[in-house]
């Protein structure tokens, strides 16, 4: 079965400090997503990023950057020089090669970056 | 842009009552889901459909229904609303894995029965 653990509840960090939010996926499947959604106060889920099982590239869009291992079922969420229009609930997401029912999201970590 | 439009954003019903949550998106989408948040859960599936007038359950379809007569539009019914119903539901559509699967989402409705 498939399950998405974001062992981090909450973080708080001070404006430009760099923050890491982890995320640890298990399926069975060899071909699978892995997704990154920001939740502002606001309510709607915004997409950040998607990566397939086969492109272990690390990706870096802006402050962001994004770590692939599969090595160790990871798929972490770095973002540098935090600021506090970052603040938001951070949900990482695991779907298999099919119709995408089995989307499959972790818990959430609340991340309050402070002025 | 991708725009996934949830009916209201807040709700507040009685115990008992029929509740329908409509969400409308405008990429032509093959799937729509429907889920609810609640503190510590994260987010739960409760029906999701792949096409017009098919559905699947989810992880969590209890107490819950469903209707997609057009493709642009998905349904959510709550037959008779209880106080444990009370969460906030979003909905999103997407693609096929084939075609990216990225599932957008609206901007939720926060449903409280009382």
């Known amino acids: 079965a498939q399950k998405v653990t974001q062992a981090q509840t909450e973080i708080s960090v001070v404006e430009k400090e760099d923050v890491t939010l982890d995320c640890v996926y298990e399926?069975?499947?060899?071909?699978?997503?892995l997704f990154w959604y920001k939740q502002p106060p606001s309510g709607e889920l915004v997409f950040l990023i998607r990566?397939?099982?086969?492109?272990?590239q690390n990706e870096i869009s802006g402050r962001y950057s994004w770590n692939f291992q599969k090595s160790t079922s990871s798929f972490n969420f770095t973002i540098t020089a935090s600021q506090v229009v970052d603040s938001a609930v951070y949900f990482c997401?695991?779907?298999?090669?099919?119709?995408?029912?089995?989307?499959?999201f972790g818990p959430g970590t609340r991340l309050s970056v402070l002025p | 842009d991708v725009k996934v439009t949830q009916s209201s954003r807040y709700l507040v019903k009685r115990t008992g009552e029929k509740v329908f949550l409509e969400c409308v998106q405008d990429?032509?989408?093959?799937?729509m889901f429907w889920y609810r948040q609640d503190p510590g859960l994260g987010l739960r599936l409760i029906y999701f459909?792949?096409?017009?007038?098919?559905?699947e359950k989810g992880d969590i379809p209890e107490g819950y229904s469903v209707s997609r007569e057009k493709k642009e539009r998905f349904s959510l019914i709550l037959e008779s609303a209880s106080t444990n119903q009370t969460s906030m539901y979003l909905c999103?559509?997407?693609?096929?894995?084939?075609?990216?699967?990225?599932?957008?989402f609206g901007a939720g409705t926060r449903l409280s029965v009382l």
């Open positions: 999103a559509s997407s693609n096929p894995p084939g075609q990216k699967n990225i599932q957008y």
């Open positions: 399926t069975r499947d060899t071909t699978y997503y």
């Open positions: 990566r397939n099982s086969f492109d272990e």
């Open positions: 997401a695991l779907s298999e090669n099919n119709y995408g029912q089995n989307f499959v």
């Open positions: 990429m032509d989408h093959e799937n």
């Open positions: 459909s792949y096409d017009v007038k098919m559905k």
